[in-house]
């Protein structure tokens, strides 16, 4: 069984050209999509905006950029991957990286926490049923005669 496969080029570079589409943070992590070309070809590039927001890539509209292809051959890139030519470049890329880093911490420990709410919350319900078994079972009365002798 032959299956046909579509050959992409692949490029270490390439010319960011303009941006086509923009989908901005929402449920889901926002992307940009980007017009680039290399010598003949022209394609698209997919820039995620949680490695690479789209006041960033408005810097690069214009200039080369490094890029890497899945194994679908459609091109990725990130700011990490850019050739940073200052330092105030460098201090922005690590203040995002911090930025993103802190806001997925927090929403993992809001994630856990609320979790072990539920948990102390149902573990609190159970000791409850127990203190009224135990009542029951405890409770003075003659008719009953399974009540755990006090001696």
């Known amino acids: 069984m032959m299956t046909e496969t579509e050959v992409m080029p692949v490029f270490e570079t390439v010319i960011l050209t303009g941006i086509q589409y923009h989908r901005p943070d929402g449920a889901k ?3 940009t999509v980007g017009k680039v070309k290399r010598d003949n070809w022209g394609g698209i590039c997919l820039f995620p905006n949680e490695s690479f927001p789209l006041s960033e890539v ?3 509209i214009g200039k080369e950029i490094r890029v890497k292809s899945n194994e679908k051959g459609q091109l990725r890139t990130s700011l990490v991957m850019q050739k940073l ?3 105030e470049e460098n201090d922005e890329l690590i203040a995002v990286a911090i930025q993103n880093l802190e806001t997925r ?3 993992f420990l809001q994630t856990k926490f609320d979790e072990m ?3 102390q919350i149902l573990t609190n319900v159970d000791i409850n049923k127990l203190r009224q078994i135990f009542y029951l079972w405890n409770r003075e ?3 009953i005669e399974h009540a755990i002798p006090t001696d």
Do not use: I
Request: proline content about 0%.
């Open 58 to 60: 408005n810097k690069y």
């Open 105 to 107: 911490l927090m929403q």
């Open 29 to 31: 992590h926002g992307w």
């Open 85 to 87: 030519e200052s330092l």
């Open 141 to 143: 009365d003659e008719n």
């Open 117 to 119: 709410m539920k948990e």
